[in-house]
């Protein structure tokens, strides 16, 4: 993921950070943080490599070893909800964020009964089928465009190539086009 972000030959300096997120359900870190940060270092020393890299591993189980404020806002609020923390909580939790509050409209949403559920699919199926229909029209337009713009400048008589290289249409579809003799 963070190499192929630059093609062959490309200078190295426009790679940019890459971040991991590891939320787990059990602890695999022999401490009692819940949010640990590494970084790329030298064992002997602990010269940085590179700043580039950032792993992040958040242990929802050591959640429970420490007193957690639920009302600063934040990352622990955000570990809380996905923890699964009594929906009784969820207002104090969302208080100071506005984008759990929307997870958490979702989830209540898409935990009702399956005929909701259903409603919902179709909704997003619908509007998924929209843009498709939306995109597929902006594309024949703009074929029919490149076609309108291939027939006059062939009527101007404009050399072949020069219409294939306007138009991004192959000279097959260029001939196509012609009146036919």
């Known amino acids: ?10 200078n190295y300096n426009l790679l940019k950070k890459c971040v991991t997120i590891n939320i787990l359900n059990y602890s695999c870190l022999d401490n009692e943080r819940y949010h640990n940060v590494f970084h790329l270092r ?52 969302a208080m100071n964020e506005p984008m759990l509050k929307k997870a958490m409209d979702t989830l209540e949403f898409l935990s009702q009964d399956a005929a909701t559920r259903m409603a919902y699919d179709a909704r997003m199926k619908a509007l998924s089928d929209e843009k498709s229909m939306i995109e597929g029209a902006r594309a024949e337009g703009e074929a029919k465009g490149k076609r309108e713009m291939a027939r006059e400048l062939l009527a101007l008589g404009v050399d072949m190539s020069a219409v294939v290289k306007a138009s991004g249409l192959s000279e097959e579809e260029i001939k196509k086009l012609l009146p036919k003799q």
């Open 1 to 10: 993921m963070y190499s192929h972000q630059i093609k062959k030959g490309e």
């Open 42 to 93: 030298e064992d002997h020393t602990g010269i940085g490599l590179t700043d580039d890299i950032e792993i992040h591993v958040m242990e929802l189980t050591k959640l429970d070893q420490h007193p957690v404020p639920m009302d600063k806002g934040g990352l622990v609020n955000w570990l809380l909800f996905l923890k699964g923390i009594d929906p009784s909580n969820w207002e104090v939790l």
